[in-house]
RNA sequence: CGCGGGAUGGAGCAGUCGGUAGCUCGUCGGGCUCAUAACCCGAAGGUCGUGAGGUUCAAGUCCCACUCCCGCAACCA
């Protein structure tokens, strides 16, 4: 019988930040998937790395001041030290900038230019460079970008464009007859009402406006856009478009494509477009997981309260880190992340049921037996609960995974675990162990608890990477066999171990106490983070502020005026905003909404003179036609203060 | 009428094709003492957001209307 192949992939990282938990999340869940089919004997290929082109990757690289390459380096490389610490056991990382990768999306590209799918055409739109997209007109929201609302910039470039349309009845079919290639379900009816019904436009995948990027070959003043740059790591990864494609021919097709929901759109529909292009055979499941999202324990002061996977590794384990994840987010949705639901966890599961098992079992095999595993005597009525529940869960737990559903599998494992406690009680070992007749019945118990363990224990190895070492190592399993799937039949370990109490497996935690301190971390870099950007703030602006010299004219085009506040009131879904009616002397109250709310109540700004930009272009806030700015002064610690006439002055009254 | 998600015992969630409302944590009571103030048993606690709405023998579950919350502004997985 051949060995039967998995390949299964998470999506290549855009390197323009610091790395989240949200990233750790994919991974993780991957890497369990991973490790589990490797103990079932799948030859495994697990995938993952970084996209690393791109205008704002060069863009984020200047603005620090490094060549584009030192600085992805350098993040890629804590990226991989990242891995490395949650022990993601990936077979390779793909990096766009990779020479054989670069070579292949050439390739890939002059392919599809051949055969006609790619095609020369003119492009317009208008750009918002912080997005990096294009819009149509129509798409535009008050002439300004419609996701990030900032100054967009009409653009024509010349492009290449690939024939998505042309694909569009075939990917209507193939993801209305194979439900199982996109999941969840909501997914698909996402897909095909929102993109794939209303009709599929061709797509724009060359860019001259940077070059940060593959070059098209026949045409090197155009960049590959990262439709087929990025998307075909899938393929490249395995050696598609070189010399050696021995692993293509291996692994491809992908078992599974994992990734978060916001960017299944490009899995579902352009990436299997470009492989139908390419006439090579289509990944079996794409899976697109809910988001990890921040809440609660009071650190969302504003936005920024980034949970930081490494300072958590650290303080409470990797392990707990790994099983915080597999088990509390429902997958499919979203879930929400907080510190005391991760204390709460770690404590409940990880040291009151796994650790405290493990501690109370060696202990009692130690105090009883001298730390070795004694001989199993006859199996009596409670035994038998006990070991149905341990021979049942492989299957249960195998499921579980075959159907992505891993805060399942780990429940399923937790059942063992939480028999085996329960067992302890029923059996009362300390009371056996007082009379000498039943000391082969205390045998038994123990035999039939250290056994529970391991084949628990054998379960948590894809999730756990850490702790099942030293569980093993507690109960004195030294033999492969008994460590591998294949031994998950209640009995195989003979007696004779030698185990070890040794120190607690998770310690304890006081939620309070550690929720008090990760909240004070979270400030401090908080704190930290914006102290650095406004300090490089400043820099840019002592360093411009010489060259970008205004003349009068320049100022005379202000317009300001000093005004009084009519009316304020807060402006409804929106905690900055405030609507103020601002009498200027002009016969009228004019409308200005001002992002003060936060300092300001309603209530104090009615009387109020302010000094107002009166010929600013009105703009609509909030669905508010605002009709100016209010001057305000604000500092590096957050406060802000409205400016004011020192005396009192007419409404309407000139500043300059 | 912007889009999407949600509203179920104190908290976080399950509840598939409509048929006696479940789980985890917490609380309270008990047990036990091998163990990491852990473990085991039991109990209390819900008119399943609103509408004395509709369909039905039967609705948390389907239909309608309404209210409220949340994300879309992020470290974009």
Redesign the pocket.
């Known amino acids: 019988m051949s060995q039967q192949k998995y390949y299964i992939t998470t ?1 290549i ?2 390197p ?3 790395w ?4 750790c ?2 991974t993780v869940i991957c890497d369990a998937l991973a490790r589990f089919k490797r103990m079932q004997g799948y030859d495994v290929f697990y995938l993952t790395g970084t996209d690393e082109h791109g205008q704002k990757i060069d863009d984020v690289a200047k603005s620090v001041g490094v060549p584009v390459k030192e600085y992805i380096d350098k993040v890629v490389k804590e990226l991989r030290e990242l891995w490395g610490l949650l022990d993601i056991s990936y077979d390779k990382f793909i990096r766009t900038t990779d020479d054989y990768h670069e070579k292949a999306v050439q390739k890939i590209f002059e392919k599809l230019y051949a055969q006609g799918d790619i095609y020369k055409d003119e492009y317009e739109g208008y750009y918002c460079k912080p997005c990096e997209s294009f819009w149509t007109k129509s798409q535009l929201v008050d002439g300004k970008c419609p ?2 609302g900032r100054e967009v910039s009409l653009m024509k470039e010349e492009s290449y464009f690939f024939r998505l349309s042309k694909y569009q009845d075939r990917l209507i079919k193939l993801i209305e007859e194979n439900p199982e290639f996109l999941q969840p379900k ?1 997914r698909q009816n996402e897909m095909l009402n929102n993109f794939l019904r209303p009709g599929l436009q061709d797509i724009s995948v060359s860019r001259t406006s940077f070059d940060w990027g593959v070059k098209v070959p026949f045409d090197p003043k155009h960049v590959v856009y990262v439709w087929i740059d990025a998307l075909t790591n899938y393929i490249t990864a395995l050696g598609y478009g070189s010399d050696d494609t021995t692993l293509f021919e291996k692994y491809w097709p992908a078992d599974l494509h994992m ?2 929901k ?2 299944v759109r490009f899995h579902s529909i352009i990436w299997p477009a470009i492989l139908m292009a390419l006439d090579i055979p289509l990944p079996k499941k794409v899976y697109g ?1 809910g ?4 809440s609660g324990d009071k650190i969302s002061k504003s ?5 930081d996977p490494v300072i958590l590794s650290e303080r409470y384990g990797v392990d707990a880190v790994r099983y915080y994840l597999l088990r509390e987010i ?1 997958f499919g ?2 879930g ?1 992340y907080s510190n005391r ?1 991760f204390i ?1 966890r770690i404590n ?1 599961d990880l ?3 796994f ?2 098992l ?3 079992s060696t ?2 095999c130690s ?1 009883y037996f001298g730390g070795i595993v004694p001989e199993r005597g006859e199996i009596e009525e409670v035994d038998k609960s006990l070991i149905d529940v341990c021979n049942g869960a492989y299957e249960k737990v195998a499921k579980a995974m075959d159907s992505l559903l891993v805060p399942e599998a780990l429940e399923e494992i937790w059942k063992i675990i ?1 028999r085996a ?2 067992y ?2 029923e059996t ?4 056996l162990a007082k009379d000498e007749s039943k000391r082969a019945r205390l045998q038994s118990v123990i035999y039939n608890l250290i056994e529970a363990i391991r084949m628990a224990n054998v379960l948590v190895s894809p999730f756990l990477t850490k702790s099942y070492v030293e569980v093993f190592k507690k109960i004195g399993v030294t033999d492969e066999y008994l460590e591998g799937f294949g031994s998950l039949e209640f009995g195989t370990m003979r007696s004779g171990a030698k185990v070890e109490k040794g120190e ?5 935690i006081d939620i309070e106490k550690d929720v008090k301190e990760l909240e004070a971390i979270a400030e401090k870099a908080e704190a930290e983070k914006n102290k650095k950007a406004e300090k490089k703030e400043d820099e840019k602006a002592e360093n411009t502020v010489t060259f970008e010299e205004i003349t009068i004219d320049d100022f005379a085009k202000i317009n300001l005026r000093v005004g009084k506040v009519a009316s304020a009131e807060k402006v409804e879904k929106a ?1 900055k905003l405030l609507k103020l009616g601002v009498d200027l002397g002009e016969g009228r109250i004019r409308t200005v909404v001002s992002g003060i709310a936060k300092w300001y109540a309603p209530d104090e700004m009615v009387g109020k003179e302010i000094i107002l930009v009166a010929n600013l272009k009105p703009c609509k806030l909030r669905g508010i036609m605002s009709e100016g700015m209010i001057l305000c002064a604000s500092d590096e610690d957050g406060n802000l203060a409205i400016v004011s006439p020192s005396k009192p002055m007419k409404a309407g009254s000139e500043v300059r």
């Open positions: 999506p990282y855009y323009s930040g610091k989240h938990l949200g990233t999340y994919t996701d990030c909501s990734m978060g916001e960017i997981h988001w990890l999202l921040l936005k920024g309260n980034a949970v429902p949705q979203d929400s639901a709460s409940s040291a009151n049921d650790g405290n493990v501690s109370r202990a009692m105090q939480i406690n329960k302890i009680d009362t070992p300390w009371l607690a497996l998770f310690k304890r905690d």
